[in-house]
């Protein structure tokens, strides 16, 4: 843990949020993690929303490493919810679309919406329902895909994008616009965020330099293999999200995958200069 803050609360370091996302193989996923936690550290008594919270990414971690904070998961998709179910029974989750959530006025001290926005129609609608239930002076942490992409993160859609104007949305080769509405510019994030009523204190881009076809080794074969159990036990166990504090062999097949992939990464930076190609946006958001 780092040194304690003003008011005694230890807060974890960036060790310790590294040690979180030891196995992980998507070094852009591997820094939103770092950068939304190191936003809203996981503390004593914090009340925190994750919306959508998926399979319960972050409420085991901020679990993990502040047992008495308070995190709230709110998903719509009713299989995706039942695995964060299965995996943390005692967990607060309640599904919900994000334009429509369940709660009072002022209900949270902070709130993540990583990954989201992108898949909704009207953007500050949701981003204004999420402000709706987070306390003033509270956090939003936002992550979304970045419309300059690295050549090589998505390889296939890029050259779509050059060549025809189209792209891929669905199946193996959707790549980094699998499922999604949009990608953001800088300035169109700044503009939701100014549209949802809410103020910008900080913005980044990150993961310019990666593995060539890295989502589609992911996300198009890696966790389809993982989600219908083809991948041997060892390499699922590796590769399971909520097996966070059992690192494997460093003979295991996703290790040496993942220091492969960090290879790529030790140049990256937790933002990289305007005009920079990178694979994320993040915005650090208070509520007015």
Same mark, same amino acid.
């Given at each position: 843990?780092? &040194?304690?803050?003003?008011?005694g609360? *230890? ?8 040690r @979180?996302? +030891?196995?992980?193989? $998507?070094?852009?996923?591997?820094r939103?993690? /770092? ?9 004593? +008594?914090a @009340? ?5 919270? +998926?399979r ?6 901020? #679990? ?21 179910r299965?995996?943390? *029974? ?7 679309p994000?334009? %429509? ?13 990583s990954e ?6 009207? $953007? ?5 329902? !999420?402000? #709706? ?8 942490a936002?992550?979304? &895909? %970045? ?11 890029? /050259?779509?994008?050059?060549? /025809?104007? #189209? %792209?891929?949305?669905?199946? *193996? ?7 999604? !509405?949009?990608l ?6 700044? $503009? ?33 293999l993982?989600?219908?159990?083809? @991948?041997? +036990? ?12 059992? &690192?494997p062999?460093?003979l295991? &097949?996703?290790a @040496? ?13 937790? $933002?990289?200069p305007?005009?920079?190609?990178? !694979? ?9």
């Open positions: 843990m780092s &040194p304690p803050t003003a008011d609360v *230890p807060v974890p370091s960036r060790a310790d949020l590294e @979180l996302v +030891g196995n992980e193989a $998507d070094i852009a996923f591997r939103r993690v /770092t950068t939304i936690m190191g936003w809203i550290p996981p503390t004593p +008594g @009340l925190v929303l994750d919306v959508p919270c +998926g319960g990414f972050y409420l085991a971690r901020y #679990r993990h490493l502040a047992p008495t904070s308070s995190i709230t998961g709110v998903e719509l998709d009713g299989d995706t919810i039942a695995v964060a299965s995996e943390l *029974p005692d967990a607060p989750l309640v599904r919900s994000i334009e %429509h959530l369940p709660f009072a006025d002022d209900t949270f001290d902070a709130a993540i919406c989201v926005l992108e898949h909704v129609e009207d $953007d500050s609608v949701a981003l204004r329902e !999420v402000a #709706r239930v987070v306390r003033p002076g509270g956090t939003i936002i992550t979304v &895909p %970045h419309a300059d992409y690295p050549f090589w993160w998505d390889p296939i859609n890029r /050259t779509l994008e050059r060549t /025809t104007g #189209r %792209h891929i949305t669905r199946g *193996p080769l959707a790549g980094i616009w699998a499922n999604h !509405v949009r953001y510019r800088r300035d169109e994030l700044v $503009d939701v965020v100014e549209r949802s009523g809410s103020e910008l204190v900080e913005l980044r881009s990150f993961t310019h330099h990666c593995m060539p076809f890295s989502h589609n080794l992911v996300y198009g074969i890696g966790k389809p993982l989600d219908h159990r083809v @991948l041997p +036990g060892s390499v699922a166990r590796a590769a399971d999200r909520h097996r966070f504090d059992e &690192p062999s460093r295991n &097949p996703l @040496l995958a993942v220091r492969f992939a960090r290879w790529f990464d030790r140049k990256n930076h937790d $933002d990289e305007i005009g920079v190609s990178t !694979v994320s946006l993040a915005a650090r958001v208070r509520v007015p």
